[in-house]
């Protein structure tokens, strides 16, 4: 029957364009929400570090720049960006360490740091539009739709990273030594373990992943210094609906909202999705307030 098939194809489309979505959101969400769970602030210079990375790679990658190729740009880019999430720490967040109103100061130094790179992306690069390469060429059928090869290698991508930043917290001293830092600093301190260090080490963590993520987006949009500003409002969506520092939620969040922005721009088109987003994600922190797996 037509409408079955209406629905099928509906279902189809909705479930392909979310698992993309979902995928960039968990890659996005996970640095925010190590760097919360660690030192309990938000990094709004998260979207600047994505796009000095994706700009990082198209920098060594392109032809037009010095065409090294894809691979080297992408592990580049990825070392920058956790460079730059070291000298941000140093800089804008190290300083305020022991002031009373930490959050507030590093909402302001933050967002500083943020209009700093984009500006200075802008001044290096100039404001004609970039794009890279795709990682993997041609398409691929998912669940009957077909995607681009590059957005099924950030499917695939997505998981196996998160697979091994648990790996690297639950098997590794350092990893461990994170943890032991977020769930209670003093008895951290107590036992020899030094937390200014394992905050450059979640800083260094947060912004790899942002680089990564970025390089992930600037084959799929067009890269601006505005590039990182709306994926950045979403992934702190996925971070507070999951539980402001849970791993776990802000995975769960990022398939939420993946899943929801996709079935609510097929439905309602993209003008409305942001609204009916936002009213989601108010319902469901009314009945959750500290979000889907967040703690007391």
Request: no cysteine; glycine share 12%; proline share 3%.
């Amino acid at each position: 029957m037509e409408w079955i098939d209406q629905i099928g194809s509906a279902a189809r489309a909705i479930f392909a364009s979310g698992l993309v979505l979902s995928s960039l959101y968990v890659l996005i969400a996970a640095g925010l929400a190590i760097v919360w769970n660690t030192l309990g602030i938000f990094n709004f210079a998260h979207g600047a570090i994505m796009v000095i990375g994706a700009y990082v790679a198209w920098t060594v990658s392109d032809p037009a720049a010095l065409g090294w190729g894809l691979l080297p740009g992408i592990v580049i880019a990825v070392a920058t960006s956790a460079i730059l999430g070291l000298v941000i720490n140093r800089l804008l967040i190290v300083p305020f360490l022991t002031q009373p109103n930490l959050v507030l100061i590093t909402v302001m130094t933050t967002l500083s740091g943020a209009f700093f790179l984009e500006n200075s992306a802008l001044l290096i690069w100039g404001p004609r539009i970039k794009q890279l390469e795709k990682v993997v060429s041609g398409n691929v059928s998912v669940g009957g739709t077909a995607i681009s090869g590059h957005e099924a290698t950030i499917i695939v991508l997505a998981p196996l990273l998160m697979l091994g930043l648990w790996a690297f917290l639950r098997f590794t001293w350092v990893g461990s030594a994170v943890r032991a830092v977020a769930q209670n600093r003093e008895f951290a301190e107590l036992s020899g373990i030094r937390t200014r260090a394992m905050y450059a080490v979640a800083f260094a963590i947060a912004a790899g992943l942002a680089g990564f993520a970025g390089v992930m987006l600037g084959a799929i949009r067009f890269i601006t210094p505005g590039l990182g500003g709306e994926p950045l409002i979403k992934a702190m969506i996925v971070v507070i609906l999951g539980g402001l520092g849970s791993i776990p939620g802000t995975i769960i969040g990022s398939y939420l909202v993946g899943f929801g922005e996709a079935a609510s721009t097929y439905f309602l088109g993209a003008y409305w999705t942001q609204a009916a987003l936002f009213l989601v994600f108010i319902i469901i922190l009314v009945i959750r307030p500290n979000g889907i797996m967040g703690r007391k």
